[in-house]
C-alpha cells in the first residue's frame, strides 16, 4: 500500500483512501478530485446571480452543491424559479419539497397556489391541502371541495377555474 499526503490536511494517507482519516476529506490522495455530481453557471447575471444555475452532488470538500440562480436546478436549489428535490422557488418552485409563491411537488408549501399530494396555498389542489379554496381528498380550508365537504362556493370556483384553463 503506497502512501502519499492527503489534499486537504498534507499528512499521511493511503493512495486507495476513500477518506482520510484525520481529516475526512473525501478521495485525499486525488488532487484532481473536484466532487461528485455536476454543476454549471451560465455566464450571464442578473444582480450577480447567474441567470441559470445547475448544480447536484458534492464538491471536494464534501458538501452539498446547492443551484442558486435565476432559474435554479438540482438536488438543492434556491431560485426566482427552481426545480429540485428540496427547492425554494420565490415565483415557482417544482420538485420533491418545495416552497415558493406558487409550488408543485410532493410537498408543496405554496403561498397563492400549490399542487400536490401534501400541499398549501390560498389555492391548494392536492391529496391533502390546507388554504382557503381547497379540492382535495382531505382538507382543511375556508371553502373545500372534498369527499367528505362540498361546499357550493368551492364547487363554482373550481369549475370556473377549470373552464379558463380548458379543461371543461
Not at 450571464?44 to 471536494?60: E, I, K, N, Q
Not at 427547492?87 to 410532493?106: K, R, S
Amino acid at each position: 500500500m503506497a502512501m502519499t499526503q492527503c489534499r486537504e490536511c498534507q499528512q499521511g494517507v493511503s493512495t486507495e483512501a476513500t477518506a482520510c482519516p484525520r481529516c475526512g476529506a473525501p478521495m485525499p490522495a486525488d488532487g484532481t478530485w473536484g466532487g461528485t455530481g455536476y454543476e454549471w453557471k451560465s455566464a450571464a447575471t442578473f444582480a450577480g446571480v447567474p441567470w441559470v444555475h445547475v448544480a447536484w452532488g458534492r464538491d471536494a470538500r464534501g458538501r452539498r452543491r446547492v443551484a442558486k440562480g435565476v432559474v435554479a436546478v438540482g438536488q438543492y436549489a434556491v431560485g426566482a424559479v427552481t426545480i429540485a428535490q428540496f427547492g425554494v422557488g420565490i415565483l415557482f418552485g417544482f420538485g420533491q419539497f418545495v416552497a415558493g409563491l406558487t409550488a408543485v411537488g410532493q410537498f408543496a408549501l405554496g403561498v397563492y397556489a400549490g399542487l400536490g399530494q401534501f400541499t398549501s396555498g390560498e389555492v391548494a389542489i392536492g391529496q391533502f391541502a390546507v388554504g382557503v379554496w381547497v379540492l382535495a381528498q382531505v382538507g382543511l380550508g375556508r371553502h373545500v371541495w372534498s369527499v367528505g365537504r362540498k361546499d357550493p362556493e368551492a364547487i363554482e370556483y373550481f369549475r370556473q377555474l377549470a373552464e379558463q384553463f380548458g379543461l371543461l
